[in-house]
């Protein structure tokens, strides 16, 4: 039976094939420590499990609205006012199944045939699917490891072509960890007035940040950007929730509005009993988050430290998220054995087999000169996968 272009188009995600390949590995008992994973390795609060646990028993257990109940509409609301000093009202509110279905639905009503949608690389991986799975154009946009692999305005206009109908934005950026100042999103913004582009704002690592970072989002920048972004947003990092699948957008109405009746044909409403513990999550106390973010930091600053003491390895301080971006092309060229190394694909596999750690290929988010690896594992098995790849990089001859 032929599958459809639309399908045979796309590569899986490398990311959930990676960290399936690692989670077989340890299912064979190989002591297998893996960086690959996207994902905060805390649970879920409990204040936040017991709401969902209570949704059950009162049979909170069918049908809701399908862009979401009115209770975690206002408490998205909230959210916006409260963190964000972001004005909404719960018509310009969506509630989605995890932070990449908004994105998905968002490419879906909003861009089409024969549009170009701007993707800065690095790039998380499933932006340029999801633009091609809208029948529109990804147009990927490098960036430099100088300006911390973020899009300047020049970089960004020389992109531009008729075409061009919009942006994502990723901040703090997975797989790269970079922040984006407000003096740097003004830059962008004039570019965005200017030709009238669509911003589509991936904030899912708001709360993940270090060393003062300051979050701050295009629509902060003035009305007329506000009626410009559209922020795409989720539970999944900040309340360590992924298993959950509530993701929420904030925008134009219309388009909120395009997005539900979307929904409406498609998942239909998120998943009641989540959205319970949603509320919880969103209402409740946030002592967690900076528990969490405490210990990324402390991982993170053994990372950042110990891989620029690996010889040959760059890699610069994130910002934000839970992942550093090292440069390890020094090692491209290089052999084990009968092996080569040509690129980073090769250095993870080599990694894997050999010394038994998984991180992911920098040519996943576009940019082959890096590896990503996510902290989000115990500061002794970073301390210890930390060790091996030192190791195996020093075997390459
Ligand atoms: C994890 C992640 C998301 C959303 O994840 P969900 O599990 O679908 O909520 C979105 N964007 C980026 C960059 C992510 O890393």
Request: net charge neutral.
């Amino acid at each position: 039976m032929e599958l459809a272009p639309r399908i045979r188009e796309i590569a899986p995600s490398p990311t959930l094939s990676l960290d399936a390949k690692a989670k077989a590995m340890k299912a064979e008992g190989r002591d297998v420590i893996s960086f690959g994973v996207g994902e905060p390795d805390f649970d879920t609060p409990d204040h936040i499990k017991a709401a969902g646990i209570k949704a059950i028993e009162a049979n909170f257990t069918r049908y809701t609205p399908t862009g979401g109940i009115v209770e975690l509409k206002k408490a998205v609301v909230e959210k916006f006012k409260r963190d964000n000093q972001l004005e909404y009202t719960p018509n310009q509110i969506v509630i989605n199944c995890g932070g990449k279905h908004t994105l998905y639905n968002l490419a879906q009503v909003l861009f089409s045939a024969g549009e170009e949608v701007v993707i800065p690389s690095p790039y998380w991986v499933s932006y340029p699917p999801i633009v091609s799975l809208a029948g529109a154009r990804p147009v990927i946009v490098p960036t430099v490891q100088k300006n911390d692999f973020k899009m300047t305005a020049g970089e960004l206009t020389a992109a531009l072509t008729p075409a061009t109908r919009g942006l994502i934005l990723n901040s703090p950026s997975n797989p790269t960890g970079s922040v984006y100042s407000r003096k740097e999103l003004e830059a962008l913004a004039e570019v965005v007035l200017e030709h009238k582009l669509i911003v589509i704002t991936d904030d899912i690592y708001e709360k993940i940040l270090y060393d003062g970072h300051v979050f701050v989002n295009m629509a902060n920048l003035g009305p007329e950007l506000k009626n410009q972004t559209i922020i795409a947003h989720g539970l999944a990092k900040t309340y360590a929730m992924t298993g959950w699948r509530i993701g929420f957008l904030a925008g134009p109405a219309h388009v909120a509005a395009a997005v539900d009746k979307l929904q409406s044909q498609s998942t239909s409403n998120p998943c009641s009993i989540a959205q319970k513990a949603a509320v919880a999550a969103l209402e409740g106390p946030q002592e967690s988050i900076g528990v969490m973010v405490a210990a990324f930091d402390e991982r993170r600053k053994y990372l950042v430290k110990a891989l620029n003491g690996i010889p040959g390895v760059t890699c610069f301080s994130p910002g934000g998220a839970f992942y550093v971006f090292p440069n390890v092309s020094a090692y491209y060229g290089k052999r084990f054995g009968d092996r080569a190394i040509c690129g980073s694909s090769d250095l993870c596999d080599y990694l894997l087999d050999e010394a038994l750690v998984a991180a992911v290929p920098g040519s996943a988010f576009g940019e082959d000169s890096c590896i990503r690896l996510s902290y989000a594992i115990s500061l002794e098995e970073n301390r210890r996968g930390l060790e091996r790849i030192a190791n195996a990089l020093a075997n390459l001859k």
